[in-house]
């Protein structure tokens, strides 16, 4: 053992870390202590393990390099917890959440409330406390927390709800109802809150599928056992029910998941559900279980900006510990605007063509790779008679109601949508379309579409299906 002393280098490199980070991420994760130095090596205490990962994680590459700047020396930290740091000297931020005025759908609040651009929640996330040290909660995938959500005006206020609810379960935002699209991160932003609650609340969360939690149900039927199942259920702090669109014709289940809202929502438990669409547009689901969905708050994800797709790719590359340069990440945000989970997909193909090939990931060599994520942007494969058919399905009518004369509302409102896509994604003119919709005017198509713009603007989140849709349309045959 020599005598090896750092703390000096230590304290500058807090001093320095301080000055560069806002005052909240500095008293959110530099609750920390000196506690030994060795060999080019210092001991730095953490209150928990949690703490700990997230150091590692976010700050000790950071704290490395200016231990080195400052000392010349390779130092390494070594992080150790200890349950009470020696240090409790920094002031802790209370987690305020900026409170979005927002009205009944969304979208109005954008602008007003949201930051400049894109950026990663832990802003939002000092706490009074430390987390409590606490394993991972086993329903919840570890890496679905908030620190790896990139917040972009898509999904500022889904996001900002999320962190409130995770602060404060049960209390203004009950229930919640999250939707939108496939790949826009409901998933993500519902076990966020879990995550969160987990730590930081020790909250007894269940996050289940609502398909799971029917099967479950049937389960239980059939074995007798419906009395563990109701209890199990109605003892939750929180319950996350993913996916409810799934609960469409499942009559017996709504029923139960009916009794179960009612008993943890006078309990005044959290209850958490995503949708892939608005509720109002979910068909065989009974009356009085809509309106508990639609009860509380309701928000939407948009499919995210190309600032935003920038902002959430450079992420990835970071915590992927891999080196993409900026313009192909540039290519990627600009072929693939459909959804985030396809983004990934793209990065996923690049890092393994770089890591199995050791060699730069080119702009190149991404185009060429990409070749098939990024398809073909005319789309003039799409056939009216694909559109017509994957918009009957979707709203459940007949393919040939959706063609033919029939004018009641719930059949004029999807065949204009099926006009306004097809406007969209294809080459046809008004005349062609009015001849694969009954025979009908062009005039009538120009009206039909006329009317779904003036519905987008009165009504943002018809935006989102949409986008769906044109997604169905364009899988429809691969
Ligand atoms: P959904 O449930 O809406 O289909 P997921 O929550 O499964 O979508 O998200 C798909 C993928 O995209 C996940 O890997 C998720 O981590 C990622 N993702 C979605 N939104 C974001 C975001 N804003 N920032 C970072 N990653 C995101
Ligand atoms: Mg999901």
């Known amino acids: 053992m020599g005598t090896w002393d750092y703390d000096v280098f230590w304290k500058e490199t807090l001093n320095q870390l301080k000055s560069e980070l806002s005052e909240q991420e500095y008293a959110m994760w530099f609750n920390m202590a000196y506690e030994s130095s060795g060999e080019q090596a210092i001991v730095i205490s953490v209150p928990s393990a949690f703490y700990r990962d997230q150091v590692k994680q976010r700050y000790q590459a950071r704290i490395e390099n200016k231990l080195y700047e400052l000392s010349g020396q390779h130092i390494q930290v070594a992080l150790e917890v200890k349950q009470r740091a020696k240090d409790d000297s920094h002031q802790a931020v209370s987690g305020s959440v900026p409170a979005s005025k927002r009205t009944a759908h969304g979208r109005e609040s954008e602008g007003k409330g949201a930051p400049a651009g894109p950026h990663a929640v832990s802003e939002h996330l000092a706490k009074a406390d430390h987390p409590r040290p606490r394993d991972g909660h086993v329903q919840l995938r570890k890496d679905y927390i908030f620190e790896n959500f990139v917040i972009g005006e898509n999904n500022f206020f889904a996001a900002n709800a999320a962190i409130a609810i995770a602060k404060n379960p049960g209390t203004a935002y009950n229930p919640c109802l999250i939707y939108g699209g496939v790949g826009l991160g409901k998933t993500h932003l519902m076990q966020a809150i879990g995550n969160l609650a987990w730590q930081e ?105 190309y600032e935003t797709r920038c902002a959430i790719l450079a992420k990835k590359v970071e915590a992927r510990g891999v080196s993409i340069p900026p313009d ?108 694969e919709f009954g025979g009908r005017d062009h005039t009538t198509v120009m009206h039909g579409c006329q009317k779904i713009d003036e519905r987008l603007k009165a009504e943002p989140s018809l935006d989102s299906t949409i986008q769906k849709l044109m997604k169905m349309i364009k899988d429809y045959n691969s």
């Open 201 to 305: 609340k020790g909250c007894k969360i269940i996050y289940i599928t609502a398909e799971n939690f029917t099967n479950e149900f049937v389960e239980a039927i059939k074995n007798s056992a419906t009395q563990g199942f109701k209890n199990k259920y109605r003892n939750a702090d929180m319950l996350l029910i993913d996916d409810i669109h799934f609960l469409q014709k499942k009559n017996e289940t709504q029923e139960e998941l009916f009794h179960t809202f009612n008993a943890l929502y006078d309990a005044n438990k959290q209850i958490i559900f995503t949708c892939d669409r608005p509720v109002s547009e979910l068909k065989n689901l009974s009356e009085r279980l809509r309106s508990r969905f639609e009860r509380g708050l309701n928000v939407d994800l948009q499919p995210p900006s």
């Open 328 to 435: 192909v990440i540039n290519l990627v945000a600009r072929n693939i605007s459909s959804n985030v989970r396809d983004l990934e997909a793209s990065l996923t193909k690049l890092i393994a063509y770089a890591e199995l090939t050791k060699k730069p990931v080119t702009l190149e060599i991404a185009q060429q790779q990409l070749r098939d994520n990024f398809g073909s942007p005319k789309q003039n494969n799409v056939t009216i008679e694909t559109i017509q058919k994957v918009v009957a399905e979707y709203f459940s009518l007949s393919y040939t109601d959706l063609k033919g004369k029939k004018r009641t509302k719930a059949i004029s409102f999807p065949r204009q949508l099926a006009m306004f896509i097809a406007r969209e994604i294809t080459e046809y003119s008004t005349t062609e379309l009015g001849m």
